[in-house]
Structure formats: C-alpha cells, structure tokens
C-alpha cells in the first residue's frame, strides 16, 4: 500500500473514532499530518478492543494481535494494512520505537483486570499510561518532546474523558474513579451499576472536572515555552471547557449521556484561541 494513501486511510479512522485529536492534527506541518494520524489511528483501535470485545478474553485477543503485527515489524514482515503501513514510516522517520506503541498496548491490557482505583494519584497514572503517552508520543513526532506538557495535558484530557464516558462505564459494569472518592461521598462505588447514587455520584464527577482543569491551567502556563509547530499534539486540551460546561448544564442527571458537541464550535475554539484560554 502506499505510505499517503495509509495516511488517508488513517485519518478517516481518526476523523471517526477521535475528532477532537483529528481537528489538532491537520493544524501540524503537512509532514506531520500523516504520522499524526497513524498513531491516533493505532491507539483509537488499542483502545477500543475492549469496547468491541463482548468478553475480557476477547479484547485480549485483539490485543494480542497488535502486539504481534508489531512484531512482525522486527522481522522485516509486511502488512496492507494501513495503520501498521503508517506506522513502520512513523518508526523510521521520528525517534519512536516499537517499544513505546507496545506500552500503550500495556496499558489497555493492565485496565482489562478491572482493577478498582483506589486513590487520585492513582487514577493520575491511569491517565499518564493512556492519554499522557499518546500525547508524549505525539509531541515526539512534532519533535518537542515534553515531559511535563504530556502530564498535565493527558491529566487534564484523561479526566474530562473518563468524566464523559461515566454513563458508558457504568452500564458496562466498570469504574473509574477512585475508591477514596466514594469514601469522601459516602457511597459504595458498585452502586452505581444500578444507576444509583444521584447527587453523590455529581460529585464526585464535578470533583473530577475540578482536577482536569487544575491540570488544564498548568498546562496553560507550561505551553507558554513550546514553539507553534508543536501545539497540535496538545491543542485539543482547549476543548475540554465545553465538555464540563456540558456536564455541568446537567448536574442533576449523572447517568446521563450527553451529545457531541457541533463540529463547527470545536472548529472555530481550536482557530480562535490564544493557545489555551
């Protein structure tokens, strides 16, 4: 397959699965568009095995699969598909290796034990080994490497995200939010698996709100040191002021799921913006 129609192909994945990252990534150099996508398009597809897995084992499989088309990599094996065709340019033209897309594999494979978090800084790394590493990669390729950036902006990222999927997680029977929150409120986290807790539950998610955007505001300060070229990797953080605007229009329903907001309104943010308000 050729390197820009698995680029094309990638984006439409990316375009699909992960908007708001799709959005940032066509505002980098042309050269890194293409790269850009492909890693989106890999860890959208790592990520989502279990959402498509009607049992654990399953996403398992799935993941394991990944773990040996990278593989195959190392051996000199080619494949049409078009992420791993991204993916084996990525590798040769930016300082990643097969190391750090099998991490990310790692990090979805470790979440499939339904480990119940117990604390904040807990979930703090949840978020460093799933948003926190596609933006450190991401920042990698755009050749701004930031330890710092990666942290705050996957925090804050990660949080809204898990903050959003609640009502998803909970009718799957999975949580993520930290045991010592449902101390604080009072309430047994398996409650909610039968949709109860109702204002306790709020609070814990605007808690959670509170914390991303903590995050958001030392990215903020910190994003004041990168160049232009390398904003695409952590830009889309901006957005997440309309997602706990939405969350917090409708406090009263927890269990609710909210709509995704227009397209245009992400767009006209992400042009508009100094950075990140």
């Not at 790269?35 to 398992?60: C, G, I, Q, W």
């Not at 978090?117 to 990698?140: E, H, N, P, S, Y």
């Not at 490497?145 to 029977?173: C, Q």
């Amino acid at each position: 397959m050729e390197l820009d129609a698995a680029f094309v192909q990638c984006a439409e994945i990316v375009r699909e699965l992960d908007p708001d990252r799709y959005l940032t990534a066509l505002m980098a150099e042309p050269d890194k568009r293409g790269p850009l996508m492909a890693l989106y398009a890999f860890t959208n597809e790592v990520a989502k095995s279990r959402d498509t897995a009607h049992e654990p084992h399953l996403a398992l499989i799935r993941l394991q699969w990944w773990r040996d088309v990278l593989a195959d990599f190392e051996t000199g094996t080619l494949s049409n598909n078009p992420i791993l065709v991204g993916l084996r340019a990525v590798l040769a033209t930016s300082d990643l290796r097969m190391r750090d897309l099998v991490q990310i594999i790692d990090a979805y494979e470790a979440d499939l034990d339904d480990p119940l978090i117990q604390t904040w800084d807990d979930l703090d790394k949840f978020c460093d080994t799933t948003a926190g590493a596609v933006m450190a990669l991401a920042l990698r390729i755009l050749g701004n490497p930031s330890k710092e950036i990666a942290e705050y902006g996957g925090r804050a990222w990660g949080l809204v995200g898990l903050t959003r999927a609640f009502p998803h997680h909970a009718g799957a029977g999975r949580i993520y939010m930290p045991a010592e929150a449902f101390d604080e409120v009072g309430l047994d986290p398996h409650d909610i698996f039968q949709g109860n807790g109702g204002p306790p539950v709020m609070a814990i998610m605007l808690a959670t709100l509170g914390r991303a955007q903590d995050y958001a505001d030392l990215l903020r300060t910190e994003a004041r040191t990168m160049p232009r070229t390398a904003r695409p990797a952590f830009s889309y953080v901006s957005l997440i002021d309309f997602y706990v605007s939405q969350i917090r229009r409708h406090s009263d329903a927890p269990f609710a799921l909210h709509p995704e907001i227009p397209a245009f309104r992400k767009q006209w943010r992400l042009l508009t913006t100094n950075l990140l308000r």
